[in-house]
Every structure is written in C-alpha cells, then in structure tokens.
C-alpha cells in the first residue's frame, strides 16, 4: 500500500464529509512550484507527529520544513529531532523563553525559522501549526489554485474541528478569512507585507491577509480543502479568557464598534453558548474604553474599517433574501 493510500485510511480521515478534490487540466498543469514551511511548537507532543506524518505523505514534499520549538518543556523537542535525523528536508530549532502559551513568540519563533529558509530557492513559503493535519495532496491542491490565479497572494483550507467522532467546517470559516493553521504565501506576497507580524493579541492571519489586500493580491479560502484541528481553539487556556483576548484583537485592528457588536452577537450560540460571545464584546470593550494604543498602522485600521462596512452594507441588502449572509473578521 502507498503512502498516500494509508493515510487516506487512517481514522481521523476516514471521518471527514467527502472532500472534492482540487483538479487543472492535464494540459494546463504548469511545473510544480516548490515551497517551503514554518512551524511554531510549544508543548505540542500530543499532536505534534500526526502533523509530522500528515507532511511526510504530502505527494509533493516541502523543499524545506523547519520546526521551531518554542521553549517546550515537555517530549516535543525528542519527536522533531527524531524525524529531523531521517529526512533531511526537516530542520529543527530551539527558542528558549518564559513558559506559557505567547502568541507574539510564536511569531518571533517562525521569524526565527524563516532565517533557516535563505539559502532555499522556493516560489511560496508557508505556515503549519503544530497541532494540524491534511491529507497527502493538500499542498499539491493548494498550488494548484496560486497556478490558476496569477494573483492569488495567500490562501488556505476550511478548519474543520472534532464533533464527537467525525470533524466539521468551523462555522466561523470564511472563504475572504484565511486560517493561519495551514497556509500558502506567494513569495512576492510575502515580501510585500513583510512577513507575519508579532502582536501581542495574535492574529497574525489576519493581518497578514489585510496586508496582502493593501497591497492588490487576493487572499481566499478553499472549503475543498480541509484541515483537521486536533485541539479545539481556545482548550490551551480557557475559553472565555480566548474569547476576550479575541475582542481585544479586534480593537487592535479597529474593528468598527458597530460591526463588532453585530458579530459578537450573531456569534452567542458559539460555545462557550452565550457567554463566549459576550466575553470577546467585553475584550474589546475594555481596549476601546482604555483608548489602548494599537500595534498596527493606522492605514491598517482605515482598510479594515473600510472592508467591514462594505459588509455591513452587503448584509443589509440580503435582508428577505433566501440567503443568509454571516459577518466575519
């Protein structure tokens, strides 16, 4: 049995809805692009392997993956460096910090592994989170989609997240919001925005999406392709501390008061139901009322507001209609 096919039959795959795979014309393929991944761990053993295999069945490899452990204390240094010994388009690195979950130094440690990447000629460089899989032809897929659009910057698939036995797209996934766990850059792309931003609140996706808009390339997500997220968003801490954390990420970039208080409100019946959404209003309640300064550029806040009202304006038009229109970042 080939690798592709046995990963296809492990249990965390054969539960997935069906997924439509991602095609180009025969006579249309172009070469494969060669890319390139970062990943960022703290503390990951439980996950962190299933990611690994998810990679290594990739049926077009990374040119170069390098795995920065960020300071973990528990087994995940011994199960990088064990597949980094074995393949050598694995490189490992160790950040040595404080304890605790940090999304700025996740950042700082995905900085650290694009220095890694210099010497490597590649066309798209990318983001993996540590606690993710894909199936083996998620990065052959995703290329396939730059190849069709010149002027794709950066993309992604749907998140999906473990209800009972099977995983479901999160209802929050977007096709205009592109998830940061498994993500493509086109080089240009991410040279223009200069790489991904270090904020105190996260949210890097985020920015770096808006950034790669700012500067006239597209970002979109593609429901054909799914990424298992092992660990429900939010479990590392507690839920409500993520949520108003996320409310305060949201003042960071400006997000429009009335926008935000329309989104917190349609997000009540998330879980934690009710008070998860009342707890992100209150995260970005306590920064606007605080007049905390924001880490981004203004010219960010203004592009930001702007897209949001165009939003807004669109749900207001669709009232009647058939089709329910969602807000999002």
Not at 249 to 278: T, V
């Amino acid at each position: 049995m080939n690798t592709r096919m046995a990963f296809l039959q492990r249990p965390e795959f054969s539960h997935c809805s069906p997924m439509t795979k991602f095609t180009v014309e025969p006579q249309q393929q172009p070469a494969p692009k060669p890319y390139v991944l970062m990943t960022s761990a703290y503390n990951e053993e439980a996950y962190i392997q299933k990611t690994i295999h998810s990679v290594l069945a990739q049926t077009q490899l990374p040119g170069r993956w390098v795995i920065v452990s960020d300071g973990s204390v528990d087994r995940t240094d011994e199960i990088v460096k064990s597949y980094a010994r074995k393949h050598e388009f694995i490189r490992f690195l160790r950040n040595e910090r404080s304890p605790g979950r940090s999304f700025r130094s996740k950042v700082i440690a995905l900085q650290s592994a694009s220095k890694l990447l210099e010497s490597v000629e590649f066309e798209f460089i990318g983001n993996l989170d540590a606690d993710v899989s894909v199936g083996p032809s998620y990065f052959e897929d995703l290329l396939a989609c730059f190849n069709l659009d010149p002027k794709l910057g950066l993309a992604a698939g749907f998140v999906c997240e473990k209800k009972g036995e099977y995983y479901e797209s999160r209802t929050i996934n977007r096709i205009h919001s592109v998830a940061h766990a498994a993500q493509l850059v086109r080089r240009e792309c991410y040279e223009a925005i200069g790489g991904y931003a270090a904020l105190e609140h996260g949210s890097e996706d985020w920015h770096a999406q808006v950034s790669a808009r700012m500067s006239g390339w597209k970002a979109r997500a593609f429901p054909e392709l799914q990424i298992l997220h092992h660990r429900p968003t939010g479990s590392a801490d507690h839920l409500l501390r993520s949520r108003f954390r996320e409310g305060r990420s949201d003042y960071d970039f400006g997000s429009d008061p009335f926008f935000e208080a329309l989104k917190c409100f349609q997000r009540l019946p998330e879980s934690p139901f009710i008070i998860g959404g009342i707890a992100r209003f209150a995260g970005f309640t306590w920064s606007y009322v605080r007049r905390a300064e924001r880490p981004v550029r203004p010219e960010v806040v203004a592009f930001v507001r702007s897209e949001q009202r165009q939003r807004l304006l669109s749900v207001f038009k669709s009232f009647g209609k058939p089709s329910k229109s969602r807000l999002s970042q």
